[in-house]
């Protein structure tokens, strides 16, 4: 296998990690990462842990042409636009999260309740349903996302993008970590939200940027 080993490695693991924490469930969810002028997808139809380290599908980001491989997910276009808008992202994760589909499909936005969630991911902007992998859902998306970490889809998911793959799958994980507190702190009582003052002081720490900045470096 020729350069793309590493990357096909990358997404297989963390692939099988989506599937462990109960990020997505049966086929759905789909991930990818960029290397050079193509990106690495996964294939239509099959379950994220299923899928071999060859079985990710190469397609070229400018032209949309599947290099190698077999067809790839039905949300292609989505992941294509977010390339071809997005410099900076070269991995991009989206799942079937249950606590998130479950607080934004209620109307309810996710807030910031602890460190990790204003430092690593940031408030995401939300989209009403649109019927997925059409290309309209691709066009919002990637009008929505600006330069946030990701994008919340009511009725459908979520989707974080990363300088790598590990911390666009840290950002998903950490997303429905933040849905799951604040579905138990509304159950408790009445949730308290770090406020944008207490944000910026987490977001200012030099731990916090050093955290950050490795994250964006570290590849594995
Ligand atoms: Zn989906």
């Known amino acids: 296998m020729n350069g793309s080993h590493e990357v096909r490695q990358q997404l297989s693991r963390i692939a099988g990690k989506l599937c462990q924490h109960g990020l997505v469930a049966g086929p759905g969810g789909n991930i990818s990462a960029r290397e050079g002028g193509s990106m690495y997808i996964s294939p239509s139809g099959f379950a994220l842990d299923d899928i071999t380290q060859e079985g990710w599908v190469e397609v070229d980001v400018q032209s949309g042409v599947v290099v190698s491989g077999l067809r790839p997910s039905s949300e292609v276009l989505m992941h294509l636009q977010l390339y071809r808008n997005r410099p900076d992202v070269n991995a991009i994760v989206h799942t079937h999260p249950v606590y998130c589909i479950g607080v934004i499909s209620a109307g309810r936005d996710i807030p910031v309740m602890f460190a990790d969630h204003a430092a690593i991911l940031g408030d995401l902007p939300c989209l009403d349903y649109v019927l997925p992998t059409t290309a309209e859902l691709a066009d919002r998306v990637s009008q929505a996302i600006g330069s946030a970490a990701g994008v919340l889809l009511r009725n ?63 590849k594995g």
């Open 156 to 218: 459908h998911g979520a989707i974080t993008v990363g300088a790598t793959l590990k911390e666009a799958y840290f950002r998903t994980e950490i997303l429905e970590d933040a849905a799951k507190v604040f579905v138990i702190a509304s159950l408790m009582g009445a949730p308290r939200v770090l406020s944008r003052a207490e944000c910026a002081e987490v977001q200012a720490l030099e731990s916090e940027e050093y955290r950050v900045s490795l994250l964006q470096r570290m």
